[in-house]
């Protein structure tokens, strides 16, 4: 057996994960944990239904951070709740649940987000011939392809995510005097949708895209659970995803493409072995947004063998250049888009430091990107040498993680990725991370005077840490010997 591979557990052999083995549960009390289980999810599914109704990031800010907040705490709750239940009811549950959570976010258009109608249109111009790196939406090359929907000419451009381009004209495009920034993967989607969708379709085919995405993944996690023999803790842990508030949201809801990347990463990480076949999947998945390359030193987690690391490289790349072949004969080096542009805005160019809250607490705010670049690096070290092959998610987990809490993203949909790999090694401490991004976006880096910035990252590194330690072998034996003892004098 490589040492990649997946181990095959018999049932009833002692297991080496951070959990202890689940108890049969007794048949009162697996009844009672699926019936509350499934009114959980049932007013999980009504809170998000209701959410994205009711709330947006501007004009409703209320109803969507109260929202918001209730699910979380009905998320947490079922998850606790359905560790109780049978194997096979706690699938059915997940399952059912993820495809509850996600129709319900189909309720609405988009509440928090305007990337779905650069998607859209992105779609529109590659299914009339043209390079969606060549022109930005506002260019009068692109005229003809205008509608009413993603360019109403009504009324005084006023409401939510409703903008002008430099020419006047009324759109719901964010950043419509720019190039798209997506690459090549995620660009093939949406033309694939756009095939496939109804001519008066509008939001509403992207967003069925991203239920179908989100509910496939919790799928492809239980599918992972199963074959890692762990299926007893399977159900819990693809919950973490397929009941997360935020995959609704920003995977439904705002169909954001990063949920493509999820699932491809899912899958490289928990169905394929160190070679060619993980190094071409998770090159799909940097080439749908770039975030999963975090993933892959995780994926090359304790492997020595140079040949081994040469083939997922190579994979890798191969994948992601072939991607851009067709792009490139179209639009040449433009296939970059705005990529640089968006870099800068959002504060990762040399000498901004609109990032990095946390590191900036306690050094100065010149020395605060190194200082990220060189952690980042050490970490990845780390995962590469001393990392669990027969666990890639867990390296992948934890450098994805440190990166998020160390940049200190604005937008909470940059986390689906950490969500998913949350959900592939259960280590729920790191949803905190989800969390400290979502309240930065809808909130604002200050808020009545606070730093929410460095204030919601910085609870979620403490949260984090604290799991850390809980989990550690020192602390489960001081835990031991506390409870022993307990129960002796009682």
Known sequence: MSDTAFPQRRSGSPRSGTEPPAAPPRRTTARSAV?????????LTAVVAVTVRTGDDSSHLGPMLIG????????????????????????????????????????????????????????????????????????????????EWLFP?????????????????????????????????????????????????????LQVG????????????????????????????????????????EAVNNAHVDTLGVLLTVLALGTATAGVRRGALLGAAVAVKLLPVLALPGALSGVRSPARVARVVA??????????????????????GYLPGYLHEEGYSPGDVHRFALVRLVLPDSAAEVTVVVLLALMALYVLWRGDPARPWRGALLLTGTALLLVSPTYPWYALLLVG????????????????????????????????????????????VVGAVVRSESARRFL???????????
């Not at 998320?75 to 606790?80: D, S």
């Not at 976010?105 to 998607?119: G, H, I, N, Q, W």
């Not at 009324?155 to 720019?178: A, E, F, K, S, Y």
């Not at 890798?316 to 179209?330: D, F, K, R, T």
């Open 35 to 43: 019936t509350v289980t499934t009114l959980l999810l049932a007013s």
């Open 68 to 147: 918001y907040g209730v699910a979380w705490l009905l998320f947490a709750a079922a998850v606790r709740a359905v560790r109780r239940a049978p194997r096979r009811a706690a699938t059915a549950l997940v399952l059912a649940g993820s495809a509850a959570v996600a129709v319900a976010a189909l309720a609405a258009p988009p509440r928090t987000s305007t990337d779905m109608f650069r998607y859209a249109w992105d779609g529109r111009v590659q299914a009339a011939g043209i390079s969606p790196y060549a022109y930005p939406p506002a260019a009068p090359q692109l005229d003809r392809l205008r509608d």
């Open 153 to 205: 000419d009504k009324g005084d451009c006023r409401g939510w995510g409703l903008t002008r381009t430099d020419r006047g004209q009324c759109t719901r495009i964010n950043r419509p005097g720019v190039p798209t920034i997506y690459p090549p993967v995620a660009e093939g989607w949406f033309s694939a949708v756009h095939l496939l969708s109804p001519a008066d379709g509008r939001h509403k085919p």
């Open 210 to 249: 991203g239920a179908v995405l989100a509910v496939g993944t919790t799928a492809a996690l239980l599918a992972v659970g199963r074959r890692r023999g762990d299926p007893e803790r399977a159900a819990g842990r693809a919950a973490l995803w397929g009941w997360c508030p935020a995959v609704p949201i």
């Open 315 to 336: 994979a890798l790349l191969a994948v992601v250049a072939l991607a851009y072949v067709p792009y490139v004969a179209a639009s040449g080096a433009g296939v970059l």
């Open 421 to 464: 790999l949350v959900a592939l090694d259960g280590r729920w401490e790191w949803l905190t991370v989800t969390l400290a991004g979502i309240v930065l976006y809808l909130c604002g880096r200050q808020s009545h005077g606070i730093p929410v910035q460095a204030l919601s990252y910085g609870v979620a590194a403490v949260c984090v």
């Open 480 to 490: 031991g010997r506390y409870t022993g003892v307990l129960r002796a004098r009682v």
